[in-house]
Structure formats: structure tokens, C-alpha cells
């Protein structure tokens, strides 16, 4: 069954605590995305990754950062976390003509 | 960065009505996917439009890529209560990985 799992799906965290939310597809997809969703704000892109080691900003990047260091794998980290990053998190994962998106991580930056 | 106009905002409709929601952009796009989301889960993907002009169906929902290819527009024909949630569109311009969305059109259907 095609998946995108996240962990944790909660979080409460205080400021400047780092943290790692990870992300992880087993459908062998080269593109993998976070997005962060905000009441009245939509879904904005933080980072993307076209394949392995090949990572680029979205729309908002800024207090973030990921890697890609394996395929399936796409963590998404905030080293100094801020009240402002209170948000829900979503992974997604894309291949030719899909998208899965991930169940979501609501985090709460305190 | 490109944004993406959607609307309406919110839709309040009965049960059997057709629906049509649309997105419009200041910049062209490549690539132009619909969503929908349920409350507490990620968004589906429900249709991918990749051409200009194109017009793509998946059971009772239909979209269109624009011709200018600056706008698209999605259809629910004969609305029923499980249609109920929040349909985005996004766009993608140069590659699969950078998208741009709407910020959703919320619709409610009564029984």
C-alpha cells in the first residue's frame, strides 16, 4: 500500500529546543516536499527534494532544514524552533502522475 | 513568489447541485493539480491536468487547465454530503517538486 508516514503527529515543544520531524515513502517517489498549513493561509512549501542530496527552498524556508540523504527519507528540522512555527506540517511524496501526502504533524512551539 | 487567487472562499449548497470553483494566477503555470482534504488528513490528489486546453474527469469531478494557462477550473457534478471538505488547486511551473497553492474553497453540502 502506497504510504507516506510522519512522526511525530503531535508535538509540543518549547523555544529553541531543536527538534526533527520525520518523513519517510515507500513508493521509490524522487520528489518529496514539506509544506506547512496555516488557518486562512493554505499550504505553503518549506522545502522540496528532487532526488537524493538534491534539496531547494519552497516558499517559506526560512528557521528550517532538511536533508535527503536515502531515497524514502525526507526529515524536516528546526534547529531553533520559534512560536511562529506553530503550524500543521504535511510530507508529501510525488512520482510520474501522484502525490501522497502525508497524515500530518501538528506542532506547538511554546 | 507566484500566487494563486482561488475562489469562492466558501461554498453552502444542497445535496445534488453541480459546483464550480476556479483559481487564477498573474503567471503561468506548467502543471495544474486539484486537492481535496479531509478534516484532520493530508490532501488527496483527485486530478492533474499537464496541457493547455485539457479537460480531465474523474467520476463526478471535471477540471480544466486554461487555455492562457494562467487559470483552471474544477466542476462537482450532482454534489453528495461526502463531498464535503476543502478542494485546493496548485500549481507547478518548472518541475514536479515546487508547487504553489490556492488557500482552498470550503464547501458544505446539505443533506
Known amino acids: 500500500e502506497a504510504q507516506v508516514t510522519q512522526n511525530p503527529r503531535y508535538l509540543i515543544t518549547v523555544t529553541g529546543k531543536k527538534l526533527t520531524v520525520t518523513c519517510s515513502q515507500n513508493?521509490?517517489?524522487?520528489?518529496m516536499s514539506w509544506y506547512r498549513q496555516d488557518p486562512g493561509l493554505g499550504l505553503r512549501q518549506i522545502y522540496y527534494?528532487?532526488?537524493?542530496?538534491?534539496?531547494d527552498k519552497g516558499d517559506v524556508p526560512e528557521g528550517y532544514k532538511v536533508s535527503r540523504k536515502e531515497k524514502r527519507n525526507f526529515p524536516l528540522i528546526l534547529e531553533s524552533p520559534s512560536p511562529n512555527q506553530t503550524s500543521l506540517y504535511f510530507c508529501?511524496?510525488?512520482?510520474?502522475?501522484?502525490?501522497?501526502f502525508g497524515p500530518g504533524t501538528r506542532l506547538t512551539v511554546t | 513568489g507566484q500566487q494563486l487567487n482561488q475562489s469562492p472562499q466558501s461554498m453552502f449548497i444542497q445535496e445534488g447541485e453541480d459546483v464550480s470553483m476556479n483559481c487564477t494566477s498573474s503567471?503561468?503555470?506548467?502543471?495544474w493539480l486539484w486537492y481535496k482534504q479531509d478534516p484532520g488528513e493530508g490532501p488527496v490528489l483527485l486530478i492533474a491536468?499537464?496541457?493547455?486546453?485539457e479537460l480531465t474527469s474523474n467520476g463526478r469531478l471535471t477540471a480544466q487547465f486554461g487555455i492562457t494557462r494562467k487559470d483552471s477550473f474544477l466542476n462537482i457534478s450532482a454534489s453528495i454530503p461526502s463531498d464535503v471538505g476543502i478542494y485546493f488547486c496548485?500549481?507547478?511551473?518548472?518541475?514536479?517538486?515546487?508547487?504553489?497553492f490556492g488557500d482552498g474553497t470550503t464547501l458544505t453540502v446539505k443533506p
Open positions: 508529501a511524496s510525488s512520482g510520474p502522475g501522484e502525490q501522497y
Open positions: 513508493m521509490n517517489h524522487e520528489y
Open positions: 527534494s528532487m532526488n537524493v542530496e538534491v534539496t
Open positions: 503567471s503561468i503555470f506548467n502543471t
Open positions: 491536468l499537464y496541457k493547455a486546453g
Open positions: 496548485a500549481g507547478q511551473l518548472f518541475n514536479a517538486g515546487k508547487s504553489t
